[in-house]
């Protein structure tokens, strides 16, 4: 991976930073100086934007190429949308990254050292900029936010769906097989012994 100083024509932005509405935030003094700070990556396929577990404070954004994003060895999501911006919690939890971003083809990506930006614009004496900066931030989240509950509600509806296919398609249980009834035997019936009485002799 390769990176370059971010060099731009000032109130020209490039069209992949217009996509993003979440730069609506800033005015354009702001971007400029947002854009000045920046550096621009050149990545390969399989390089690392973000590493798990690692620390930094910068936040991306996607100008040409395809990323996915990987917890351990599982890929977890796509980030394929030119202009999309990933790594901004950074900026609000400022703790290890929970996941790794990775190149999964040549990919271009600008990336905006927000540690920076606080250096060259204090809280205290421009909190006018910090207030675009959070306000940058919490629109991308609540974006990502309405994105996510979409799409659960879309696998909810899948899972649904499919818990009623297989209702459908299980078979009926079988009726227990009724035991055949025993036969009665019928009773034999004994003939009565007859007493055949001889008759007496006359004398």
Not at 90 to 106: E, G, W, Y
Not at 110 to 122: E, N, S, T
Not at 140 to 148: M, P
Not at 195 to 203: D, G, H, I, S
């Amino acid at each position: 991976m390769k990176e370059f100083a971010y060099i731009h024509d000032e109130k020209h932005n490039p069209s992949p930073l217009r996509a993003v509405p979440a730069l609506a935030s800033f005015s354009d003094d702001q971007l400029d100086d947002v854009l000045n700070s920046s550096s621009l990556l050149q990545c390969e396929t399989g390089d690392h934007i973000i590493k798990e577990g690692s620390i930094d404070s910068r936040i991306y954004v996607l100008l040409s190429g395809e990323l996915e994003v990987r917890v351990g060895s599982k890929k977890v999501a796509a980030i394929t949308r030119i202009g999309e911006v990933f790594g901004e919690l950074a900026l609000v939890n400022h703790d290890k990254r929970l996941a790794s971003v990775i190149a999964s083809t040549k990919a271009v990506c600008l990336a905006v050292d927000q540690k920076f930006l606080q250096d060259i614009h204090p809280r205290e004496e421009d909190p006018d900029f910090h207030a675009a900066l959070y306000e940058f931030v919490a629109r991308l989240v609540v974006r990502k936010l309405e994105a996510t509950s979409k799409r659960l509600a879309e696998v909810e509806k899948e899972l649904r769906q499919l818990r009623g296919d297989k209702a459908a398609k299980k078979p009926a249980p079988a009726k227990p097989a009724s035991k055949p009834k025993p036969k009665l035997k019928r009773p034999v019936k004994r003939a009565s012994a007859k007493v055949v009485r001889k008759p007496a002799r006359v004398r």
